[in-house]
């Protein structure tokens, strides 16, 4: 068991919204030997279901079996393994940068480039949001590492498999 | 009526007979609800809430039903935990009810306050804290469901105090559809061909019975294909009970400690059939040489079960007693006689044995207890050698007839659980096995035999050792005995006498055909404390992660 490759899957899960459904299902991921890497929840149209969208690290062989163990949790309907190829991922992430003088111009520069948006402005900084896959968060992050960040929150991940991969949210 | 009375009258709707319960804070509502409107309801008080989730247990193990518990918060709840974990472990299904400080109450640290669902999370199928009076039945019903359905396994309910107090009509639904949890009962047709397809062409065909067999209660149907086919059958701890007319077909228990001819018929099999079995470390050794030959068709109701710990060439997902009915009714004709008369050869030279001596051998006492009970009993062991001894070494012939903990190898489990089926089979013998050590561990329920007028036969196998551990010390710590001995190990006689249940000590091998069959003659409890020969270990043994064909017959 050693020498297996670990890599990250990301895995979209409907659950209903039952007091401590959250808990339930990390406590699962983590009890069956992954790390959870990210995760992200939030309604979806039905009003008692949410969607969790988890990013794990894992062996192949194990991903298949948290799909089935997370089956046996009651309150799961549906799990989706996102297909990294496929996907449509996105993730929202809030820089607070300092800028002072002539590096305010230097940051605006990098934001510009990233298409990013200024959603807080003070005398010593900015609050930047910037949306994209997780390569371009990080690209933008490496960048601003020149200047002094004070403060970074990532949403993680949501995704979706595209078009030809999709699913109801009803039903098994 | 009251939370209090829904429970009781809930309860009574999905036709629970027995609750297994002790008192509290928590829950004095409920009891007051018992104790005026509890008829039909025959309610057993442990001494201790481990006890009394075992008891559960053992009642739910060896009558099919569901088990039921009731206890307090926080301690209460907290003392059930091992046993809520053993049901678990082995799919046994029961609902435990804890009762839980006001709802206004969580979160503050309040007296006897637990986070029960929160404890108890990994170890249950589902676990829910009712929160509002209008939920209370509605969860009940579920929690049965879910319990008893698919593959069973213990529920929580935890319910708050006040909610206990509240009024609200009752209004017990007939079923309940729960859209993410439907398990399935009957197998792919399509796989089901498959399957036949390959037996059909198999030289050396072999099943394995496990604890799912006894689950479904498909034990009749699993005895009728073995007895169609002729295919040679092993069965895991958990499947204890399979029976094929030919004893030949037979090849006993396999794993760690499995009889030498049913591992080796695993690991000379060109095609394994696993119907109910979970694959766990003690059943395959090491997983890479496990079945190195054979191709492996999966049945479990559990889809998670498959290509767990072991890979499947054909899984069939749904329960053992559907599946293997299908199978009955589809033609199959095989010859296997080459590979019957090798079994059957291979038996005959490597037959279980012991070594005959002037101190009393286990297997001894196994043998004459299989003599004298009826073929009918309800067998319980507690953990360690003296649950493998009666593992290799008693024919069950029944199923639900051999409760033990499998999963959770859980010492202290056999004394409660007797007690339990006892209670659930008035009509039968209970006999336990118990080691002197893990007998001590709930000792304190000697103490409900005879206020319930219950009938269980014990036997107390003493080597004066935590015996199964002295003998991993003997192999892999050049016997350096830390913290196994039992010196001051109490007078099991005088204890039973203390509890007002008769009891005879056994130490002469020529007395000992006299006082087993005094012990499956007698009209009432006994207990039986037998020094054993103290060396004696469990043989053979496949040590942990090897593969199954590196076995040791001797330490
Ligand atoms: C609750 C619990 N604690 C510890 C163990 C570890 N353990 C497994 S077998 C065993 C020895 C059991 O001794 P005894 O009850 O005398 O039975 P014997 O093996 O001697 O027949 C121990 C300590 C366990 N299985 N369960
Ligand atoms: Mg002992």
Redesign the interface.
């Known amino acids: 068991m050693t020498d297996e490759v670990f890599t990250d899957h990301i895995v979209s899960v409907l659950v209903h919204n039952n007091p401590g459904v959250l808990s339930k299902v990390t406590s699962l991921v983590t009890r069956r030997g992954f790390n959870i890497d990210g995760i992200s929840a939030g309604p979806t149209r039905q009003n008692d279901m949410f969607r969790l969208t988890i990013v794990v690290k894992g062996d192949d062989k194990s991903l298949e079996q948290i799909q089935k163990q997370l089956y046996k949790i009651i309150d799961v309907v549906k799990v989706v393994p996102i297909i990294r190829s496929r996907m449509v991922g996105r993730e929202i992430c809030l820089i607070k940068v300092k800028a002072i003088g002539a590096e305010r111009h230097e940051v605006l520069q990098i934001i510009n480039v990233f298409k990013a948006n200024i959603v807080d402005v003070g005398t010593n900084g900015f609050i930047v949001e910037i949306t994209g896959d997780s390569d371009k968060i990080d690209s933008f992050l490496a960048l601003l590492e020149s200047h002094q960040i004070t403060d970074v929150a990532r949403t993680g991940i949501v995704a979706m498999n595209r078009w030809e991969r999709t699913f109801k949210e009803t039903g098994r | 009526m009251n939370g209090a009375r829904i429970i009781v009258e809930s309860l009574k709707k999905e036709g629970v007979d027995t609750v297994f319960c002790y008192t509290g804070g928590a829950v004095i509502s409920i009891f007051d609800e018992l104790y005026k409107h509890g008829e039909g309801l025959n309610l057993i008080q442990p001494r201790h809430e481990q006890g009394g989730t075992h008891a559960a247990d053992g009642y739910a193990r060896s009558t099919g039903k569901t088990g039921v518990v009731i206890v307090t918060s926080g301690p209460g709840a907290t003392n059930t935990i091992t046993g809520i974990a053993t049901a678990y472990m082995d799919s046994s299904p029961l609902v435990v009810i804890t009762g839980q400080v006001a709802s206004t109450l969580i979160g503050t640290d309040a007296f006897q306050e637990s986070d029960v669902?929160?404890i108890t999370?990994?170890i249950t199928?589902?676990n829910f804290?009712v929160?509002n009076i209008k939920d209370l039945a509605v969860t009940i019903k579920k929690a049965f469901y879910?319990a008893g359905s698919g593959r069973p396994g213990p529920v929580v309910i935890d319910i708050p105090g006040d909610i206990q107090r509240q009024d609200f009509k009752f209004n017990y639904p007939d079923t309940v559809d729960?859209?993410?949890?439907?398990p399935k009962d009957s197998g792919h047709p399509k796989q089901i061909k498959s399957a036949i397809k390959l037996l059909a062409a198999s030289k050396k065909p072999l099943i394995i019975s496990g604890g799912g067999v006894n689950l479904s209660n498909a034990t009749g149907e699993m005895n009728d294909f073995l007895n169609k086919t002729g295919i040679p059958v092993v069965h895991t701890l958990m499947g204890t009970g399979v029976n094929p007319e030919d004893e030949n077909q037979f090849l006993g228990f396999i794993g760690m400690h499995g009889t030498l001819y049913g591992n080796y018929a695993i690991q000379n099999a060109d095609l394994i059939m696993a119907v109910g079995v979970r694959f766990s470390d003690r059943i395959i050794g090491n997983p890479n040489t496990f079945a190195k030959n054979a191709k492996l068709i999966h049945i479990d109701i559990?889809?998670?079960e498959?290509?767990?710990n072991i890979l499947t060439d054909l899984p069939i997902v749904g329960s053992a007693k559907s599946i293997l009915r299908e199978f009955n009714n589809l033609d199959l004709a095989i010859d296997i006689s080459e590979w019957k008369n090798e079994l059957s050869n291979y038996k005959n030279n490597y037959p279980l044995g012991y070594e005959k001596s002037e101190l009393i051998k286990p297997q001894y006492i196994i043998e004459l207890a299989q003599k004298y009970f009826p073929e009918n009993s309800i067998i319980v062991t507690d953990v360690g050698q003296n649950q493998i001894w009666v593992a290799q070494n008693y024919r069950i012939k029944h199923p639900r007839s051999f409760l033990t903990s499998g999963g959770l190898g859980t010492m202290g489990y056999g004394l409660p659980a007797a007690i339990g089926a006892a209670v659930g089979n008035p009509d039968k013998q209970v006999l336990m096995f118990a080691g002197d050590g893990g007998f001590q561990m709930n000792m304190q329920e000697l103490g409900i035999i005879r206020k319930y007028g219950l009938k269980v036969k014990m036997i107390v196998l003493d080597n004066n050792y935590l015996g199964m551990v002295r003998q991993w010390q003997e192999l892999l710590f050049e016997k350096r005995y830390s913290g196994t001995d039992m010196e001051f190990n109490p007078d099991f006689v005088k204890l039973a006498d203390v509890f007002r249940i008769k009891s005879i000590f056994l130490k002469d091998p020529k007395e000992a055909d006299a006082v087993i069959k005094e012990l499956a003659m007698s009209n009432e409890s006994m207990l039986v404390h037998i020094a054993i020969d103290p060396d004696e270990n469990v043989l053979p043994m496949v040590p942990a992660g090897k593969a199954l064909d590196e076995v040791l017959t001797k330490l």
């Open positions: 669902t929160g999370l990994p199928k589902a804290l929160k879910i729960l859209q993410s949890y439907r559990d889809p998670a498959i290509d767990k």
